[in-house]
């Protein structure tokens, strides 16, 4: 599955989408969007990954948008198609993440950066604000205060602010990140999928509800994983001391 600006693969129940206009920065167009929306709905209809790992081709994650490219609906549905994924989605920020790029890693689960990388949200130096989930999700993440500032301010921060407020959950030499990044996919590759999908789950819309709700969800996605095979198959490896084969049934 692949297509001209986004290239998609899947190894050991992993997968792997790449931003490929290295050219630009990966700035996204009209054509990168559309294909990263087709990409993420086939993956989610697939339900063959444990994990999807995003990242950019060349030495850029995403710089921004065209400048030309002011069709705001394939901007918008291009992350939420990347938040839309059931499986855990981890940004792999290997070059600078601004503006849309940022907006796109925030919509992940989980990111991991190298230590020269940059980002933020300065759509305010043109008289802009953030249209893609930016004020959304980032104070979701960091909180207000610090959004505030991010973004009335439209500062650039480096890897390690930008680790020290939460935005990044890790930061690795360049030569490192690779590696890491390698590891962290062996590592979710052996886990439940049914067991991944519902954590995520049970975080993302609890993050929404009153306590009692999030309760409620987390206790019926637990009792939901009894009638999978991969609960019976880590009960049974547990038991015999042994590592389990989660096989997503």
């Known amino acids: 599955m692949a297509g001209k600006c986004v290239l998609y693969n899947k190894k050991d129940h992993i997968g792997w989408i790449t931003l490929n206009r290295p050219q630009s920065g990966n700035c996204f167009d009209l054509v990168m969007a559309q294909e990263l929306v087709e990409i993420c709905a ?43 994924l059931v499986g855990p989605t981890i940004a792999v920020i290997n070059g600078d993440a601004i503006g849309f790029g940022l907006e796109l890693a925030l919509a992940c689960d ?16 043109e008289g802009q604000i953030p249209i893609n989930g930016g004020t959304q999700r980032l104070s979701r993440i960091i909180g207000k205060a610090q959004t ?15 680790f020290e407020i939460g ?9 490192d ?50 009638t999978t095979s991969d609960r019976t198959e880590g009960v049974k490896a547990f038991l015999e001391k042994r590592k389990p084969n989660f096989t997503g049934k």
């Open 110 to 125: 989980l990111r991991l950066a190298a230590k020269t990388v940059h980002c933020g949200l300065p759509q305010i130096s």
């Open 42 to 84: 086939q993956i989610n209809e697939g339900h063959e990954v444990n994990a999807i790992f995003l990242t950019g081709a060349g030495s850029s994650f995403c710089s921004g948008v065209d400048f030309p490219w002011q069709e705001k609906n394939g901007r918008v549905s291009a992350v939420e198609a990347v938040a839309g």
């Open 148 to 162: 505030l500032e991010m973004v009335l301010t439209g500062e650039i921060l480096d890897a390690q602010a930008a």
């Open 177 to 226: 990140l690779q590696l890491e990044v390698d590891k962290l996919a062996a590592d979710l590759s052996l886990k439940a999928p049914f067991a991944l999908r519902y954590i995520k789950e049970a975080i993302n819309e609890g993050l929404d509800m009153t306590l009692e709700q999030g309760l409620r969800l987390e206790a019926d996605l637990y009792f939901l994983l009894h």
């Open 167 to 175: 935005l990044i959950n890790k930061i690795y030499n360049s030569s």
